[in-house]
């Protein structure tokens, strides 16, 4: 079983201030995790994924995330928001692809408000 | 390259009826799935294809749901009778069968079903 836990549904900052939206994730296999992002009206997009590889993960526009396993942690983070970082953020988590599990189970979701 | 693209983008019906969800997946991407996006339940599996493997089909949330796919390429989501509470955003993902990009799903922009 997997799930993934989005500790905040609204997060606001202020332009040009740090962005920190936080996950934690519970899985029975070593899981593959990622964040989306879905601006308004807008498909989702693939922000950064960690699959085992470096823990530290540079994804687009500045975005990074941690994986912390003994935290079960893979928070989001970045130095600088801009306005158009305002959008829908989903952590999510899916098995190992060796487990031959593809569903991927979706966080509730953080929305980020940037104030100018 | 063209991405996953999804008809009809808007879809309101009556109570009862029945709806198909149209999915064409990137070119060469042999996984696709399903997934619906409400505003009680956030984001959930429903169903998904990969090659000519029998589906995983644990998301369906009830007999009235059911998906194809043709060919291994296009794939229908079908809703029979459908009730309020089918009202929801259908989202259509595909992925590759290996290499780097095994592990990340792509998004379709979504149907969104209004059931009245």
């Known amino acids: 079983a997997q799930s993934v836990t989005q500790l905040d549904s609204h997060v606001s900052v202020s332009e040009g201030t740090p962005v920190l939206l936080r996950c934690n994730y519970s899985?029975?296999?070593?899981?593959?995790l990622f964040w989306y992002v879905q601006h308004p009206n807008k498909g989702l997009q693939l922000l950064l994924k960690?699959?085992?590889?470096?823990?530290l993960v540079k994804g687009i526009n500045g975005f990074e995330a941690e994986f912390k396993k003994s935290e079960t942690s893979f928070h989001l983070t970045k130095p600088s928001a801009h306005m158009s970082d305002a959008a829908e953020y989903f952590c999510?988590?899916?098995?190992?692809?060796?487990?031959?599990?593809?569903?991927?189970?979706f966080g509730s979701g953080t929305r980020l408000q940037v104030q100018p | 390259g063209a991405g996953v693209s999804q008809s009809p983008s808007n879809k309101v019906t009556e109570k009862g009826k029945d709806v198909e969800l149209r999915c064409d997946p990137i070119s060469g991407h042999t996984a696709l799935y399903w997934y619906r996006q409400s505003l009680g339940q956030g984001l959930e599996f429903l169903i998904y294809f990969q090659g000519n493997s029998a589906p995983d089909k644990s998301g369906l949330p009830s007999d009235r749901f059911s998906a194809e796919r043709t060919g291994g390429s296009v794939s229908t989501l079908t809703i029979q009778r459908t009730q309020q509470e089918d009202s929801a955003v259908y989202l259509c993902?595909?992925?590759?069968?290996?290499?780097?990009?095994?592990?990340?799903?792509?998004f379709g922009p979504g149907t969104r079903l209004t059931v009245l």
């Open positions: 899985s029975s296999y070593s899981p593959s």
């Open positions: 960690y699959t085992s590889a470096a823990t």
């Open positions: 999510v988590v899916r098995a190992a692809m060796d487990t031959g599990r593809r569903a991927l189970t």
């Open positions: 993902a595909s992925s590759p069968l290996a290499g780097e990009r095994a592990d990340t799903q792509y």
